[in-house]
Nanobody
Framework: VQLQASGGGLVQAGDSLRLSCAAS????????VAWFRQAPGKEREFVGR????????YYADSVKGRFIISRDNTKRTMNLQMNSLRPEDTGVYYC?????????????????WGQGTQVTVSS
């Protein structure tokens, strides 16, 4: 499975942005998928994840109520709708697929990663 993230950019605080991740490989449709982000000088952190069916999303507290994860298995895509963006949301955003670890909130649990897309939120 190969993942390709896109949609990043420079926005102002309070704006919205939608990230997308396109996957190759039919197996993608059976995987839990997730978004992570990494700010300069910080560890890569969990943003949110959704099960293979897309019906059970789960979010980090820092983005809960502002971000929405969705997926379309017919198109083999996943999206991250980011609303009410804050400067602290700045970072490189990565999509990931196939959770094989005990905790699907951990960056160590995922088999496949996209290349990352930069999101910068100015104040």
């Amino acid at each position: 499975v190969q993942l390709q993230a896109s949609g990043g950019g420079l926005v102002q605080a309070g704006d919205s942005l939608r990230l997308s991740c396109a996957a190759s490989g039919r197996a993608f449709t059976s995987y839990t998928v997730a978004w992570f982000r990494q700010a300069p000088g910080k560890e890569r952190e969990f943003v949110g994840r959704v099960s293979w069916s897309g019906t059970t999303p789960y979010y980090a507290d820092s983005v809960k109520g502002r971000f929405i994860i969705s997926r379309d298995n017919t198109k083999r895509t996943m999206n991250l709708q980011m609303n009410s963006l804050r400067p602290e949301d700045t970072g490189v955003y990565y999509c990931a697929a196939q959770c094989i670890g005990s905790s699907c909130d951990s960056k160590h649990a995922y088999s496949y990663w996209g290349q990352g897309t930069q999101v910068t939120v100015s104040s």
